[in-house]
Nanobody, 121 residues
């Protein structure tokens, strides 16, 4: 199993930037995809970015494409989400997720507890 722990959330002004980190522990020697989701108040959780082990495939949702960048450091078992040009509608709890294998757009088995990002206008 994989355990995930997010960090880096907080309060930021519109137009600002934040970088989230998610460190994986446990059974991390097998290849696994990692992804970021978010859930805003009163809304369903949505996929926003995913990356394969080798970073050969990366997907973004239309809502964040061009503003957010996902990356990973396998030596550190960490995935990052660089969030730029933030908008108030980006306010949400951001979750890290992982799955063994190479498929990004599937349901995920392992989840972090989430980190709050609040964007003030």
């Amino acid at each position: 199993q994989v355990q995930l722990a997010e960090s880096g959330g907080g309060l930021v002004q519109a137009g600002g930037s934040v970088r989230l980190s998610c460190r994986a522990s446990g059974r991390t020697r097998s290849r696994y995809v990692m992804a970021w989701f978010r859930q805003a108040p009163g809304k369903e959780r949505e996929f926003i970015a995913g990356i394969t082990w080798s970073a050969s495939r990366i997907y973004y949702s239309d809502s964040v494409k061009g503003r957010f960048t996902i990356s990973r450091d396998n030596a550190a078992n960490t995935v990052y989400l660089q969030m730029n040009s933030l908008k108030p509608e980006d306010t949400a709890v951001y979750y890290c997720a992982a799955n063994y294998g190479e498929h990004i757009l599937i349901s995920y088995d392992y989840w972090g507890k989430g980190t709050q990002v609040t964007v003030s206008s």
